[in-house]
């Protein structure tokens, strides 16, 4: 009895080719818990389909990766001179986001990020002038350029990665290959088109791993079923039950990541009013939990537990029975399941 993720494996994998075709030369990304599939998982995938490089997000998870991929190994995060010492293999790139990071980086293969709009880290063109001298000492392997999903300002993803690869070549830096992040398709092949004489590099997760949200569903099986009446008390704080129904205990909780919820960038009143509402019920005790039963998503009866939850199912639905499954509404990226079921 356990939380499942189920996989159409024919179409997840579909969904992967059909990305592959739009961006040539992809460099998939595996980090965090790879996507609610896991590392070994997500490298078995990624060994599949040829890829040469896989992009994980830290130097721990490199570590972890090397022996379940034979290829590069991309580390996201960049380099600091004040991290813990994680051996590598030579086929290991690091990101470097500074000049000082770079002139740290003696003798190692290394993509130097750019400051995009993002505003997160990245050398600056003022930074430019001294790169010169930093890369005669690093195994340069490109640039990369870490773009918004979101441009609510009305400016161009297109003309930001231009206005970089203008600034670079008036440097004289080398622009034999640039790492992007966050292009739609088309405007990935401008860009390809543009600068015939550099090899755009999409780095994608998101996108790739889980953009066909059809061909992955996570079940949760019930393992318990208890009739109670309105008023019966129940649980670790003996709460009363809000009505006549049945207290369904069901596999998924903390630990797998069930209750666990990021915070959301809101847009517009609609938003926002949805956003009052959920919190008005929580501070009664009332919260919606991610599993449905009979087309419904049902409530918490108490908060979720480390390795279960449970939930409160009103008469007036279908009775759950135990060995059947609920179907729960999960995000990947805090999601750790028992298993993964292909079919």
């Known amino acids: 009895m356990a939380l499942s993720l189920y996989v159409d494996t024919d ?31 997500l490298a078995e995938e990624a060994t ?6 896989l992009a994980v997000g830290t130097t721990y998870e490199a570590a972890r990766t090397k022996d379940l991929f034979s290829g590069d190994l991309l580390v996201l995060t960049p380099f600091r001179k004040d991290e813990e010492p994680v051996p590598l293999p030579d086929r290991a790139v690091r990101s470097v986001s500074s000049v000082e990071g770079v002139g740290l980086m003696r003798g190692a293969r290394v993509v130097i990020e750019v400051m995009s709009s993002m505003k997160r880290h990245g050398v600056t063109e003022q930074d430019l002038p001294r790169l010169h001298a930093a890369i005669d000492e690093v195994r340069l392997e490109g640039f990369a350029i870490h773009l918004p999903l979101d441009r609510t300002d009305g400016s161009d993803a297109v003309e930001e990665v231009i206005a970089w690869m203008d600034r670079l070549r008036a440097a004289r830096l080398p622009l034999h290959t640039m790492f992007v992040s966050h292009l739609k398709p088309e405007e990935f092949a401008l860009l390809q088109q543009q600068f015939p004489q550099t090899r755009f590099r999409a780095r994608i997760g998101t996108r790739l791993w889980l953009g066909d949200h059809r061909a992955t569903e996570y079940r949760g099986a019930i393992l318990d079923v208890t009739r109670v009446a309105k008023g019966d008390r129940f649980g670790y704080r003996q709460a009363k039950a809000p009505g006549d129904g049945w207290l369904v205990v069901v596999a998924g909780g903390t630990s ?46 108490e908060p979720p537990h480390m390795q279960v939850s449970i939930l409160f199912v009103p008469s007036d639905a279908p009775e759950p029975h135990v060995g059947e499954e609920l179907t729960a509404i999960l995000r990947h990226t805090t999601t750790t399941v028992d298993r993964t079921v292909d079919r």
Not at 14 to 40: D, L, M, R, S, T
Not at 48 to 53: M, P, Q, R, S, T
Request: hydrophobic share 40%; aromatic share 10%; with cysteine.
């Open 48 to 53: 599949k389909f040829g890829a040469d490089i």
């Open 256 to 301: 797998h990541g069930v209750g666990l919820e990021s915070p959301k960038a809101l847009h517009g009143m609609t938003d926002r009013a949805k956003g009052v509402a959920r919190a008005g019920l929580a501070t009664v005790n009332r919260n919606l939990s991610p599993f449905v039963w009979a087309g419904k998503q049902r409530w918490f009866a």
């Open 11 to 41: 179409r997840w994998r579909a969904h992967q080719q059909a990305v592959i075709q739009q961006f040539p030369g992809i460099v998939p990304v595996c980090k965090g818990n790879g996507y609610g599939f896991g590392h070994e998982r």
